[in-house]
């Protein structure tokens, strides 16, 4: 899901007020005010915002005339205390007195102040609330003596950071798919070499079956109703398992580069610690280290908006990278199967349920960005955030991020991987998988532009899943490779034949470790080799003999004999 913000909410009602000191000092600096349009409204433009000065008076209510000052608030914007008496009662004594607007600090949650027809027509001046914190730091920062002026820009319809969003993603897609097509190609075409390292064997892939894809879903459907409803308990599982499971990601991604450098091969002395007693290298030790201290520094700086962004996205690309190397759709029926229930999955999350909540809220929405009434204010790390990089109200108030949620990278990246491994079977030049990504990333600009246009929280998944779907099924059909594509039969090259299979004639295959010893036998032996079929199927049982291929019938090989 892609969530900037549901902007519809809160557009007009989030404004900014730009406090300057009289003395000079340091430069002015925006903060964020709730307000009602229908009291007055705020000019767009800070240029033709009129700096006043900001007068404390929240030692008062201002609910009674004899709250006021002797002389007034004359061409002043005072700051009063919210409470025991309404909004109208507190600006219509301030107009009374000369003021040109009013601020009430709140130290509780801050909601627009509201009013009656009658009231608002009578009201000239801007009234806004002012957080009791942001007051303390004006003070702090420019001391007594400043002014301020009341405004409320216009939000965007995008802003610069969906460049990198979009950046990030297709990047991620794109390399995880390459890197995930590759190395499920060469542990086939390479037999498994014997290594003493226990950090030089790679782990397993695990097929996709369709029970699995329905386990998931309904997993995933429990837990986003139980974070709506305790998602201030169910927060921070979900920020430890973020942790763990990124920094074995960071692991995963760092280890083949690590591999490479010329030093650090000595080994841990013998001993029967766990894992230890496989005698790991110290330098892949010093990574997991690295990996763990990275995921520890994030958990601990997660609420710092400056720069633990980075770390979160970092984090989360690797931990993406990571499941698409280990997770692999073995047939486009699979992939049809996961796209299109979770494509339901995500529809119904963020336009239906708006229907079934009291709040009126999306469930998916909701919890993706924070429920506004969470105790903790936490954030679930499961997205890539990047800062808003335009000074909007709503950038400072109330989403100072836009949001892509690794489901939207991870789902349509299977089938990118997917794409790339029938590529190298049939030996396409790897047209599926430039179609699938470049489709992938028309269905991301598609998403940021409906976005724009209906400007709340998108379903990205609406968008990516036809695309990506549409575009390789369509390309599959245009190469006459449709049946090929769909059940996964390209790969049955890859499974050891009988001389005599009719599969074994299917275009050019790497020479069998079997049949290149047998070449070199006299011509007398070489004879014997068909009267030898009985020995031969049982190979097609035994998993190593495929290299990580499952033989199951449930992923879609069952077709790979006709």
């Known amino acids: ?23 000079g000092g340091p430069k002015g600096k925006d903060y964020c005010i709730l307000y009602n349009p229908q009291w007055a409204h705020l000019p767009h433009d800070l240029g033709k915002a009129s700096l006043l000065q900001l007068r404390d008076w929240t030692a008062s209510m201002l609910c009674s005339p004899s709250d006021l000052p ?59 609330l002012l957080s009791h914190k942001d007051m303390v730091d004006i003070f702090k920062s420019f001391g007594r003596a400043v002014r301020a002026a009341l405004y409320a820009p216009n939000e965007p319809l995008l802003d610069y950071n969906m460049v990198i969003i979009f ?9 995880g798919g390459y890197w995930a097509g590759s190395r499920d190609v060469r542990k086939r075409y390479m037999k498994h070499k014997r290594d003493d390292g226990p950090e030089k064997q790679e782990d397993e892939a695990v097929d996709v079956t369709p029970v699995m894809t329905c386990v998931f879903v309904v997993m995933c459907c429990s837990m986003l109703v139980l974070l709506y409803y305790f998602y201030d308990h169910l927060v921070y599982v979900i920020i430890g398992i973020f942790c763990l ?24 002395p013998d001993n029967n610690l766990p894992y230890f007693h496989k005698r790991p290298q110290v330098r892949m030790l010093l990574l997991a280290l690295f990996c763990v201290a990275v995921s520890v520094v994030w958990g601990v700086f997660r609420n710092e908006d400056q720069w633990a962004w980075i770390l979160q996205d970092a984090l989360g690309i690797a931990f993406c990278l990571y499941m698409l190397k280990t997770i692999r759709l073995p047939t486009f029926k699979a992939c049809t199967l996961l796209l299109l229930v979770l494509f339901i999955y995500d529809v119904f999350f963020v336009f239906i349920t708006p229907f079934l909540t ?27 955030k990047v800062p808003r990089l335009n000074t909007s109200p709503l950038a400072l108030c109330d989403r100072p991020f836009s949001l892509l949620g690794f489901g939207d990278i991870l789902v349509p990246g299977l089938l990118v991987a997917y794409c790339h491994r029938f590529d190298i079977q049939v030996q396409s030049s790897r047209i599926y998988f430039v179609a699938c ?3 992938y990333g028309i269905g991301l600009l598609v998403t940021f532009m409906a976005l724009a246009l209906m400007q709340r929280g998108q379903p990205a998944l609406l968008y990516l899943v036809p695309c990506t779907l549409t575009t390789s099924g369509a390309l599959a059909l245009w190469r006459r490779e449709l049946g090929m594509f769909w059940t996964g039969s390209g790969f049955a090259k890859d499974i050891p034949q009988p001389s005599w299979a009719p599969a074994a004639a299917q275009g050019p295959q790497p020479p069998k470790e079997s049949e290149a010893t ?28 495929v290299a990580g291929v499952s033989t199951q019938e449930p992923v879609g090989l069952s077709g790979a004999s006709a």
């Open 1 to 23: 899901m892609l969530a900037p913000a549901p902007v519809v909410l809160v557009t007009c009602e989030y404004g900014m007020v730009r406090v300057v000191s009289e003395m």
């Open 167 to 175: 950046i990030m993603a297709v990047g991620t897609v794109a390399i």
């Open 245 to 268: 499971a990124s920094s074995t990601g960071l692991y995963s991604c760092l280890s083949p580069l690590v591999q490479r450098l010329p030093f650090g091969k000595c080994r841990v």
């Open 437 to 439: 990504t470049i489709a």
């Open 358 to 384: 009291k709040s009126g809220n999306s469930i998916m929405v909701e919890v993706a960005t924070g429920p506004t009434d969470s105790a903790t204010h936490e954030k679930l790390p499961m997205v890539l």
């Open 518 to 545: 047998l070449s070199q036998q006299p011509p007398g032996e070489a004879q014997v080799l068909p009267a030898l079929p009985a020995e031969r199927p049982p190979e097609l049982t035994e998993p190593k003999g």
């Open 70 to 128: 002797a002389k007034g608030f004359s061409n002043q914007i005072p700051l009063v205390t919210r409470g025991n008496c309404t909004f109208y009662e507190k600006v219509r004594l301030a107009q009374g007195s000369g003021a040109r607007g009013l601020l009430i600090i709140s130290k509780e949650t801050l909601v627009p102040p509201g009013g009656n027809k009658t009231q608002y027509e009578e009201i000239g001046i801007p009234v806004a």
